[in-house]
């Protein structure tokens, strides 16, 4: 059984940084980070296959970093350069296997999630 737990999130002013964390047990060869804003649809930010490749949505590119210590199991999200729209509750994902093109960030790909945490960005 896979089991995700996310840490890190907090409130910070616009042009700040956080970094998140998502500790994992279990076999987890494609992860991901999603978010929700409120009032919003829950959407992909960024995959991380067993290989370290990564697939960022564009309104994240230059800005988030997805990275992955395979020896810890722990998933990193570098957020940098924050704005308000980036408030939301942001979810880690896993699934355990993976194959040549598809650990992509879309939701229906993952059945397995962490908790929660919520990012708050204030202008």
């Known amino acids: 059984q896979v089991h995700l737990v996310e840490s890190g999130g907090g409130s910070v002013q616009a042009g700040g940084t956080l970094r998140l964390s998502c500790t994992a047990s279990g076999n987890t060869a494609c992860m991901a980070w999603f978010r929700q804003a409120p009032g919003k649809e829950r959407e992909g930010i960024v995959s991380i296959d067993d290989e370290g490749i990564t697939t960022y949505i564009d309104s994240v590119k230059g800005r988030f970093t997805a990275s992955k210590d395979n020896a810890k199991n722990t998933l990193y999200l570098q957020m940098n350069s924050l704005k308000p729209e980036d408030t939301a509750m942001y979810y880690c994902?896993?699934?355990?296997?993976?194959?040549?093109?598809?650990?992509?960030?879309?939701?229906?790909?993952?059945?397995?999630w962490g908790q929660g945490i919520l990012v708050t960005v204030s202008s």
């Open positions: 994902a896993a699934s355990p296997w993976n194959v040549a093109n598809w650990c992509r960030p879309y939701d229906d790909r993952f059945m397995h």
